[in-house]
Structures are given as C-alpha cells and as structure tokens.
C-alpha cells in the first residue's frame, strides 16, 4: 500500500461513508529497499541547532524529507514532567531545530505531539518544548494537546502480536513523519528509543503494550512507518528511566544521530549506552519484520 | 431622581462585577503553565467571616490566610449587610434566577429565626471540634456545586455540541465548527472533561437553594444563610441606615416589594439587619424623598430571635460534636481513604470548609469528594482515590487554594517527600507473579528517585514448561509516597494489582501497612530536611 492508496482510505473512513478500518501490511517493495546499505548519520556539538543540521547534511538535507507544501509531523517525547537537562524528553532545542528546518524546507503545517504519561500540560510546558515553539509565533507551528476525538481503529494485518490498535489521525496522514525520540533507559525494555517513541500516538490502554514489548512496538512500527529518524542524545539518561528525576543519572553526549531507517538508528543508539543493538527487544523484532537494518557492519555510516 | 436611578444601577453593576470576579476566579483555579497561581482564587473563602470564625473557633489557632475576613466585617458594621444586596455572587445567582422563576408567596416570617439557629449550631459545633459550616455556607455550596457538576455538565454539553460534528459532519461543517469550539477551549470551558462522585447530591443542595426562591424572593438569603445570620447580627451597629427608618402610612410601593421583607408588617418599621440595601426602596419611592445616609445605630425592633433562644439553640448543638466523638466509624481503620498531600494531620477536619477548591484545581481529576467514608461529618471532605487520578509529582496546586490551611501550602520539596499512602502489590493479580507475563508500567510511572518501586529478575518456569525471564515489581516502603500512579496506571481491568493504602491510623498506636506512622512528624521532619 502507497500513502496515496492510504490516505484515500483514512480520508473515506473517517467521513464516515464506509465503516472499514485502515489496514497495514508489509508490502514486497518494503523488502526489496532493504537492498541499499541504510543511511546513519552522527554527530557532536555544543549548539544543538546547528548540530541537527549538520547531521542531516548527509542523508540530503531536510529537503530529501519533506516537500514544500508537506504536512509535516513531528514526534518528539514529552511524555514526563521533567526539565529538559533531566533527560526524561526530547531536548526542546533539538525539537525547535527540526521543526525550523522542515518550515525552510517548505512545509505547510508542523504539527508537534505526544500523548504524555504525566499530566500533559505540565509536560508540554516543564519540557520546554511547547515555550521553545510558541516563541517561533508561526502559523506553521501547532504545538497541540492530544485530541482523544483523533484516536482510530486500526487493523495491522502484519502484526505478530497485536492485530488491531487505535492510532492518531494525524500521525497517520503526515506526509513525512519525523521521528525525534530521546534515548534513555528503561525498566522494562532496556531502552527507549525511535520504535518506543511511537507509543506516544497510539491511543488505548498502553501499559497492555508491555505484555510482549519487543514484538509490540515492532508491530507498531509496521502502521507508523517514519520517514526520518533523529535521536537526540545530546543528554541520556543511563538508569533510572524512563523517567529519571535526578542528574546524576543524566551523561552529557551533546550528540545527535538520524537515518531514514529507524531500526538502524535505533540499533547505533544503542551502542551509546555500552550494549549491543540486540539486546533490545524491539530493535530485533522489527530487523526480522524487515522494517530496517540492525546490523551496525551493513550500515552507510557518517560521522559529522 | 437621577442619582437615585445611579445608586440601583450602581448595585446590580456591583453584583454583576463580583459574579463576574467569581466566575473568572473559578475558571482561573486551575494549572496556568506555573507551578504557582499568581491569583488570590480562593478569596470569597478567605474574606467569608463565618468561615473565619468556625476555623478560629474550631482550631483555636488564628490563622492569617482568613485575615480579610475583617474587611467584610468591617464594612458591615459600616454600611450593614451591603455585602448580601452588592457583593454576594449567591445572592445575584438568586435575584437572577428569581427573575425567571417569579417567586410567588410571601414567606411566613418566623422562618428567619432558622439561620440564627443554623448560625449558632455551626458555631457551637466548630467550638467542639465539629466543622459543619460547609454544609451551609453559601459560597461552599456554590463552588462546590459548580465544581463538581455545574462545570463538568457545561463541557459534557458543549462538546456534545461540537463533537458529533467533528465525527458524522461534513468536513466543511466541521471546519467551521472547530474553531468556535477551540475558542471555547481556549477561554469559558475547562481544559478536559472532569468526572466527580456526588456529582448530583452536591448539585442538587446548589439548586435547592435556587429553587427555594421560589417560596419568596431571597428564600435562602433571609431564611437559611447562616453567613447572612451573621452578617445580621454585625449590621445591628451599622451607621449607614435607611432614612425615615419605617413605610410611609397607606404608601405599598417599598414595603411589599423588599427583598428581604426587611419591613415589619404591623409596625411598618424596617429591620435594618435584614435590608441588604439593594436601593429598590429609594428607586421606587414615590411620595417622599426616602434615602441612605450615615445614622447611629437605632434598631426600634427586636432581632428575629432572642437571646436565650440564640444560646439555647448552640447548647443544643453541642449534642452534635459529642454525638461524633461516640461514633464507632472513627475507630475503624480506613485504609483506602486517601486525603490529599498536605493535609493536616490533626485539625484537617476542622479546617476543612468542604469548598472543593482543591477537587476544581487537581489536575488529574484526582481528588474527589467523599460520602460517608468518614462518617456524615467527612461528606464533601476531599480524598484521593488514584483509579480515577493519581497525585502529580510536581504538583502543589491543592495547598494553594485551600482557604483555610486543612491543606498546607507545601513547597517543592516538602511535595516530593509528603507521604499520602504507601503503594502495596496484589501478588495474586500483578501480571508477572499470577500470569508469568511481563509488565511492571507501574515501576516505569514510578516517579519519586530513587524510584520506590523496583524488580527482581527472575526465570520461572510457565505451566507448559518454557521457563521466562521475568521483572517482579516490589515497593521499597521508605521511598514510597503514595501518588498513587502506579494504582492508576496499572494495566490490569478493574481493581488495580498495586493499591495505595493509607498510613495515618486512628488512635495513633494502631498499626497499619507499614507500621505506626504519624504525618505531621512526618511533614516537619522532612521539611527540615
């Protein structure tokens, strides 16, 4: 299925004129792009915004992302009343430097969301990233709460563990989604990173999510397929996740990774925090889904 | 004639600016974006005088938060009851409504000795400890009544509106829906749907006294307001009086029509602590010039009850406080009421004015009011019952607005360490030691660092034989303070499979949960360090 086909499906569905749900399946030319060595791009510095730019210069630019008249989604994670040097969100500088970059390269609207875990005011504002965007005043920017009306069914016909979920109308109908978890520890998954950040626009009862993660979130990923990955780890949060609380816990990289292929960034992330790309659950089942590379040896790697 | 005109105008644009005040600060009673409320919304409480004096009596503490109090006092010994006719946003809820519903009788008048006996009652009780001025006190029932069902109902309505729109509409229909209903968001409506137990009881006391009026204009405010009783008894020294002090002979323009029936029938005089100087009675005077001006006090009618029956009526409430302290219900442990952080430990009771400030601000929906939980005498206190919402980390927003100090105005600091309850695991339904089934979202949520809720990794062996590498979550009591997410965001359907227990015990020695724990040692301790 093409994003035409399925936006026409989103778009007759949600008039209401036929009562099928969107349905996600990995198609045969999914694989066959698997061909092409994936695209990793990394890099270090003290100005975030200059750093995000300079890491995206090898995968083309934003412009290889998004289009001019694109309506762009950008999923960053707010999920925590936590500041921004506690590591428990997406850096509101790395946000405001992607979200700048995908106006420059023409788009239409910028949508920014998560569905929080805290009280989502609370995380929006502590986070930085709401203030850091409304001091953008544009139009372009809508740094919205989550509207519980936008949650639809969805089936996922490739699913191995979860077969149906209700996901957010918006992430489904950007025309680029980029991805900007930040990388940190977790209980339950060791990690989280770019397949967990995706938890932020499914609707439900998420902590059910947790019964078979690995396999879960790779299922997720199969719906939500994102155009570009950034992994902000300028700061990560080594224990204690995912929500931290405390800067002790916090290790300052000032670094920033992106690819195309979010199973490779997902995989390269890892090694950050001293482990390997399969020890992560979810990085492993969506490699074997065929959603991305894991294999950091068969990953096009550059270093800005 | 002009000025006369001006001096009603000037009331009903009074009333209008203060139900104007009350309103914006009930919307403003909520998360700004700071961790502080930059505004005094909890101010009809502060400058309540019967709230004032049922918390000093009951506490025998003199607590600063209730110092404007005395500016109402003063400007009635003043002006009299102009806070009833002017300022009193139930009052003008009550002129408003009797607009619509045309009050039809005229009351019998011996029915304005039952606030003076409500007001003695209230004030004997707080004296022994039992604080029952919620229950009467108009602005509790107001604000408690738009709070907990007023309020929710007016969103439940609006986007009732809106929302089959969004879904069943065409989509340029709902394009020029959404915006209005953004806007809306964005100004009168709260920010989410809210849900309250008691929702229709608490209500239904607020309508009640609307509807009273239609038994007579004023029903509540001449008959039952315990706050006017005592408004009443202050303005019996007021200066600022009616001029001439009695109806003219054969004139039946300001006598019939007062509001307050202020005017005794027989003897045509007025009884001044009954006017609420609505100014009608100069605006509709027709043969003499009648008006306003500074007089000394010359009250030629006795007060609706007499002295030995005002004391008679607070000696036989004092039955009410003792009736309390003999009822079983205190020594029964209760080990899921849950009160908000910082409340106080010992004269939570007696400070607490059952407002709902505290339920109109939580965040998370949590705090609710309770029913008979902790007897008649705990009805609308405020408990936190995490299923529904659990106690934001960071969030110190209930001490704020609470009036009288039943909640304490915690810093950050002292937040982070007050204990509500402590987290306790349902082993024979927790997912990863009933089902052998990973989990622990409860270990995730759990905020406090170090967290309070950890695991053990272990490998069991499932029935069919494969063995898993299992993350069993525990609590570590010490660092646990009862917020109560885990219980909230727990997976499981139902009942959740952590539940945050009370720690305070009744009679002190009694131990529950993790043992013998006193909160108020608890709060200096750590606010010490």
């Given at each position: 299925m093409d994003r035409r086909n399925f936006l026409k499906q989103v778009a007759v569905f949600s008039s209401g004129i036929l009562l099928a749900e969107p349905v996600f399946r990995i198609t045969p030319d999914l694989l066959a792009a698997e061909a092409v060595a994936p695209i990793l791009s990394i890099g270090t510095g003290k100005n975030y915004t200059s750093l995000v730019s300079s890491v995206l210069q090898p995968l083309g630019g934003m412009a290889a992302f998004v289009k001019p008249g694109d309506h762009v989604v950008i999923k960053p994670n707010i999920g925590w009343d936590r500041r921004p040097e506690q590591a428990a969100n997406t850096h509101p500088e790395i946000v405001r430097a992607v979200v700048e970059l995908a106006i420059m390269a023409g788009a239409k609207t910028v949508q920014v969301f998560d569905r929080t875990c805290n009280e989502e005011r609370r995380c929006y504002v502590n986070s930085g990233i709401k203030p850091a965007l409304d001091a953008m005043d544009s139009r372009k920017v809508q740094c919205n709460y989550i509207d519980e009306r936008k949650f639809i069914p969805v089936t996922i016909e490739k699913g191995k563990s979860i077969n149906k979920w209700s996901f957010y109308k918006d992430a489904l109908q950007a025309d680029c989604y980029i991805n900007i978890p930040v990388a940190k520890h977790h209980g339950l998954a060791r990690l989280t990173l770019g397949m967990k950040n995706t938890m932020g626009v499914i609707g439900g009862n998420r902590g059910k999510i947790h019964g078979n993660m690995g396999q879960n979130l790779a299922d997720l990923n199969t719906v939500?397929?994102?155009?570009?990955?950034?992994?902000?780890?300028?700061?990560?949060?080594?224990?204690?996740?995912?929500?931290?609380?405390?800067?002790?816990?916090?290790?300052?990289?000032?670094?920033?990774?992106?690819?195309?292929?979010?199973?490779?960034?997902?995989?390269?992330?890892?090694?950050?925090?001293?482990?390997?790309?399969?020890?992560?659950?979810?990085?492993?089942?969506?490699?074997?889904?065929?959603?991305?590379?894991?294999?950091?040896?068969?990953?096009?790697?550059?270093?800005? | 004639m002009a000025t006369q005109i001006t001096l009603r105008t000037c009331r009903k644009l009074s009333q209008v600016l203060f139900l104007f005040l009350f309103l914006l600060l009930f919307r403003l009673t909520d998360y700004s974006g700071l961790d502080e409320i930059p505004y005094a919304v909890n101010i009809f409480f502060r400058w309540d005088p019967l709230v004032a004096a049922t918390v000093l009596l009951a506490t025998k503490t003199f607590i600063s938060l209730l110092l404007p109090s005395l500016v109402i006092i003063a400007l009635t010994v003043v002006f009299g009851r102009v806070f009833c006719g002017w300022i009193c946003p139930m009052g003008t809820l009550l002129d408003g409504a009797g607009k619509v519903i045309h009050p039809s009788l005229q009351p019998n008048r011996l029915l304005r000795l039952v606030k003076y006996i409500l007001l003695a009652v209230i004030l004997t009780s707080s004296l022994f400890g039992l604080q029952l001025v919620g229950f009467f006190d108009p602005f509790s029932i107001l604000i408690r009544g738009m709070t907990v069902g007023v309020d929710p109902v007016f969103n439940l309505l609006v986007s009732g509106f809106f929302d089959p729109i969004y879904r069943y509409a065409p989509q340029w229909l709902s394009n020029l829906s959404e915006p209005i209903y953004t806007a809306l968001r964005d100004s009168v409506l709260p920010h989410r749907q809210s849900f309250f137990l008691l929702s229709t009881l608490s209500t239904s006391i607020?309508?009640?006294?609307?509807?009273?009026?239609?038994?007579?204009?004023?029903?509540?405010?001449?008959?039952?307001?315990?706050?006017?009783?005592?408004?009443?008894?202050?303005?019996?020294?007021?200066?600022?009086?009616?001029?001439?002090?009695?109806?003219?002979?054969?004139?039946?323009?300001?006598?019939?029509?007062?509001?307050?029936?202020?005017?005794?029938?027989?003897?045509?005089?007025?009884?001044?602590?009954?006017?609420?100087?609505?100014?009608?009675?100069?605006?509709?005077?027709?043969?003499?010039?009648?008006?306003?001006?500074?007089?000394?006090?010359?009250?030629?009618?006795?007060?609706?009850?007499?002295?030995?029956?005002?004391?008679?009526?607070?000696?036989?409430?004092?039955?009410?406080?003792?009736?309390?302290?003999?009822?079983?219900?205190?020594?029964?442990?209760?080990?899921?009421?849950?009160?908000?952080?910082?409340?106080?430990?010992?004269?939570?009771?007696?400070?607490?004015?059952?407002?709902?400030?505290?339920?109109?601000?939580?965040?998370?929906?949590?705090?609710?009011?309770?029913?008979?939980?902790?007897?008649?005498?705990?009805?609308?206190?405020?408990?936190?019952?995490?299923?529904?919402?659990?106690?934001?980390?960071?969030?110190?927003?209930?001490?704020?607005?609470?009036?009288?100090?039943?909640?304490?105005?915690?810093?950050?600091?002292?937040?982070?360490?007050?204990?509500?309850?402590?987290?306790?695991?349902?082993?024979?339904?927790?997912?990863?030691?009933a089902d052998n089934s990973p989990c622990i979202v409860?270990?995730?949520?759990?905020?406090?660092?170090?967290?309070?809720?950890?695991?053990?990794?272990?490998?069991?062996?499932?029935?069919?034989?494969?063995?898993?590498?299992?993350?069993?979550?525990?609590?570590?009591?010490?660092l646990c303070i009862g917020c109560g997410i885990c219980e909230n965001k727990c997976p499981l359907p139902g009942h959740s499979a952590v539940r945050v227990l009370s720690t305070s015990t009744t009679s002190g020695d009694e131990e529950y949960g993790y043992g013998a724990y006193n909160e108020k040692d608890n709060l200096q301790k750590r606010s010490m360090s």
């Open positions: 939500i397929r994102a155009n570009l990955t950034i992994i902000d780890a300028t700061r990560i949060l080594l224990r204690n996740g995912p929500q931290g609380g405390s800067l002790k816990d916090v290790k300052v990289l000032d670094t920033v990774l992106a690819s195309p292929d979010p199973v490779a960034a997902d995989a390269y992330a890892t090694t950050l925090f001293g482990l390997k790309p399969d020890e992560i659950d979810s990085t492993r089942a969506a490699a074997e889904m065929g959603l991305g590379e894991m294999d950091l040896n068969k990953m096009d790697i550059r270093t800005v | 607020l309508i009640a006294v609307v509807a009273l009026e239609k038994l007579g204009k004023r029903f509540w405010c001449r008959n039952l307001c315990p706050l006017g009783a005592l408004l009443a008894i202050f303005s019996r020294f007021s200066l600022f009086r009616r001029f001439p002090g009695r109806s003219c002979k054969e004139c039946q323009h300001c006598a019939p029509s007062c509001r307050m029936g202020a005017f005794d029938p027989t003897s045509r005089h007025i009884r001044h602590e009954e006017c609420n100087l609505c100014m009608d009675c100069v605006d509709n005077c027709v043969n003499q010039p009648s008006r306003f001006r500074f007089l000394l006090p010359d009250n030629r009618l006795q007060i609706d009850i007499s002295r030995r029956a005002f004391i008679g009526a607070g000696l036989a409430g004092m039955a009410l406080p003792l009736l309390s302290q003999v009822n079983a219900g205190d020594r029964l442990p209760r080990p899921t009421l849950l009160r908000p952080p910082g409340a106080d430990a010992e004269e939570f009771f007696s400070k607490c004015v059952r407002c709902g400030e505290c339920m109109k601000v939580c965040i998370q929906n949590a705090l609710q009011p309770c029913f008979m939980e902790s007897g008649y005498e705990g009805m609308f206190t405020p408990r936190l019952i995490p299923r529904i919402g659990y106690c934001e980390l960071n969030c110190t927003l209930c001490g704020q607005v609470c009036p009288t100090g039943a909640i304490h105005n915690l810093s950050h600091s002292e937040k982070k360490a007050f204990v509500i309850g402590r987290a306790v695991f349902d082993k024979a339904r927790c997912l990863p030691f409860c270990e995730e949520h759990c905020p406090t660092h170090d967290k309070a809720i950890k695991f053990e990794e272990v490998t069991v062996v499932k029935q069919n034989g494969e063995s898993i590498d299992l993350r069993q979550p525990y609590v570590i009591p010490e």
